[in-house]
């Protein structure tokens, strides 16, 4: 039987001394919220679905970090009929406990985002109430499990609705709001939303990148993407290739050397390991905060250059296999072809042959929305930048089949007045890095979310104008009751 994350003996003992040491943190941060609460008031009016189901203003499918955050800043602006969906079991929202085959996060430990601009829910206040000033100074780098540790306190203190174990599976629009299908439990479920906020992973928008050859060629018991959840420990005492060069790649590298493989080969094309992580200098509020306004020329040419190589692994992913007798690293060794012998995998690269039992593909992934199952019903009139950009002299299939989106993560229609309902739908995960930046970095968090929530609260405003012009020239509170200088004009 799997054991569960909250089970986990290194996450039971962090949350556990959380729960003993951060009782005045928190209620300095409740004070804090206080202090800037102004205006208060809830907005919105009420929405009736079908035979009365209730419909949430805001639905965010995925509570990883983008998720919490975006429920947290919806909150904060009073747009609290909310709920949050999310696929897998609580503790196991984003990739940290499953497939970052990582002990830490390639981000830097004074990363802020989450925090939505209180210094109080900074992973450094959370880290030092809980640990010491001196500890968070000799701090390197910030663990998976304290991360996870982190955003599960953020979503329990700032009580974000989050429903896991439930699953979208079709998004279909329904005069002015949506019909959500959902699996919850196992049981299916329709969920009412009038905007829908789409905070998935990597591979919600297309898939793992497969070589061709190996998908037809060799069987798939043989063969994992390093986006796939899988058991590592399975691996002790079996030869395994990696293929290719970016920090995933020696992150399941290290993993299998860890878990007992017999040999672990590492193969790439590339001449050396890319010593630059270009998406280090996007790390910057001019960048971040515009990115979006430029025109599509101008967002290619950048996103070209930012994108071209994959990041670098950290040093301490280098450490993990530098210097193992069971680990070989093999440049300049593209895949040339690929066949079984007998149960074995024989890989003929640039630099000879290697025999195999098992190989992971850190290849990469792709877009398609047409692979995005909760959008089958509606991805025909989804504009992608293929539709709306070609690029000199060709481009990357990738970015081309990303989604086209508006100012504030809006799906755009591609053939406009067609489906205008598409609006409400907002795109907020890797797929959206060329048209917005990469804002779902937690670098990027208070940037794109501030742009996100201009987008939803002003198509609220436009949708129910007439309610709040009734409401304004209804409105008669009376402020000086009984005074005699005061009457009507």
């Excluded at 955050?69 to 990739?95: D, H, M, Q, Y």
């Excluded at 990597?202 to 018991?221: F, K, V, Y």
């Excluded at 591609?414 to 609006?423: E, H, M, V």
């Amino acid at each position: 039987m799997t054991i569960s994350i909250l089970e986990k003996p290194s996450i039971v003992k962090l949350r556990e001394k959380a729960d003993r040491s951060l009782a005045e943190l928190e209620k300095q941060i409740l004070r804090d919220l206080e202090f800037l609460e102004y205006p208060a008031k809830s907005w919105l009016p009420k929405t009736e679905g079908p035979q009365g189901a209730h419909v949430y203003d805001v639905v965010v499918v995925g509570a990883g970090h983008c998720g919490v955050t975006a429920a947290f800043a919806l909150l904060r602006e009073k747009v609290t009929n909310i709920l949050v969906i999310e696929k897998s079991p609580e503790g196991s929202e984003g990739p940290w406990q499953t497939y970052a085959r990582m002990p830490d996060l390639r981000t830097r430990k004074n990363v802020t985002g989450n925090e939505l601009g209180y210094p109080n829910l900074t992973f450094r206040a959370y880290y030092e109430a809980r640990e010491g000033i001196e500890a968070y100074a000799q701090l390197q780098r910030i663990s998976c499990d304290e991360w996870t540790c982190y955003l599960l306190w953020l979503r329990r203190f700032l009580k974000i609705p989050v429903q896991n174990d439930t699953e979208l599976e079709r998004i279909s629009p329904q005069g002015k709001i949506f019909c959500l299908t959902t699996k919850h439990a196992g049981h299916p479920k329709q969920i009412y939303a009038r905007r829908v906020v789409m905070t998935t992973g990597p591979l919600s928008m297309g898939g793992s990148n497969i070589p061709e050859e190996i998908r037809q060629t060799i069987p798939a018991t043989h063969y994992i993407s390093a986006y796939d959840e899988y058991d590592f420990s399975r691996l002790k005492n079996k030869r395994v290739v990696v293929v290719g060069a970016g920090a995933s790649a020696f992150d399941n590298a290290g993993e299998a050397v860890e878990n007992g493989a017999a040999h672990v080969d590492l193969i790439m094309r590339r001449p050396k390991i890319p010593p630059v992580s270009v998406i280090r200098w996007t790390d910057w509020s001019g960048f971040l905060q515009t990115y979006a306004d430029l025109g599509d020329e101008q967002k290619w040419k950048l996103m070209h250059q930012v994108q071209r190589n994959a990041a670098p692994p950290t040093p301490r992913a280098l450490k993990r296999v530098d210097g193992k007798s069971n680990f070989a690293i093999h440049f300049n060794s593209p895949i040339q072809s690929v066949r079984m012998v007998g149960d074995k995998v024989e890989l003929t690269t640039g630099s000879g042959k290697i025999e195999t039992d098992f190989i992971v593909l850190a290849t990469g992934f792709s877009f398609d929305l047409k692979k995005s199952k909760p959008l089958t019903e509606i991805v025909g009139q989804i504009a992608v930048w293929r539709d709306k950009y070609q690029p000199p002299g060709g481009g990357s299939e990738k970015y081309l089949n990303s989604p086209y989106l508006g100012r504030n993560y809006e799906f755009v229609e591609k053939s406009p007045g067609q489906a205008p309902w598409l609006k409400h739908i907002y795109c907020y995960n890797q797929s959206s890095t060329l048209s917005m930046g990469p804002t779902g970095r937690v670098s990027g968090l208070k940037y794109g979310i501030k742009r996100l929530m201009v987008g939803i609260c002003g198509g609220f405003m436009r949708e129910d104008f007439e309610h709040h012009l009734a409401s304004v020239t209804a409105y008669n509170a009376n402020e000086f009751e009984g005074h005699p200088w005061v009457g009507e004009p």
